[in-house]
């Protein structure tokens, strides 16, 4: 686990944050500067990098953060949601711990405005 990793510090509980969801292997929790009503980030407690440094052995990880992001914004009664994964600086990735958005509440046309 990288110390220098924000996130990481977050599932240890070295920086707060408002918590929406945890188990032993996913936190969900509010992102600190939403984009929509709903915005929201589910994360893997195993530190991996971003999507492009997902291994096979994390696949149903994968699926899991899906599952549990869709019930937690159905919770938060949104039955409508964009999910988004950035890979790499270029295309928005600021925190190089795999994050999945869950945002909603807004118009949501593709792509973003
Ligand atoms: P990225 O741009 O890497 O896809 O998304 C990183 C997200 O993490 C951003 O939406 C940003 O607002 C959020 N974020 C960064 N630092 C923190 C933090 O300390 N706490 C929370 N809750 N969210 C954070
Ligand atoms: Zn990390």
């Not at 971003?50 to 949104?78: C, N, T, W, Y």
Request: negative net charge.
């Amino acid at each position: 686990m990288p110390d220098n990793c924000i996130f990481c510090k977050i599932i240890k509980g070295e920086i707060p944050a408002a918590k929406l969801f945890e188990d032993d292997e996913l936190l969900a929790f509010q992102d600190i500067n939403p984009a929509a009503p709903l915005h929201f980030l589910v994360i893997p407690k195993k530190h991996i990098s971003g999507p492009a440094a997902v291994a096979a052995e994390d696949e149903p990880l994968m699926g899991k953060m899906l599952r549990i992001g869709s019930e937690i914004a159905k919770k938060e009664g949104f039955e409508d949601f964009r999910i988004v994964f950035n890979n790499g600086a270029q295309a928005g990735q600021t925190v190089f711990h795999i994050h999945m958005h869950i945002l909603g509440g807004r118009d949501l046309n593709w792509p973003p405005g």
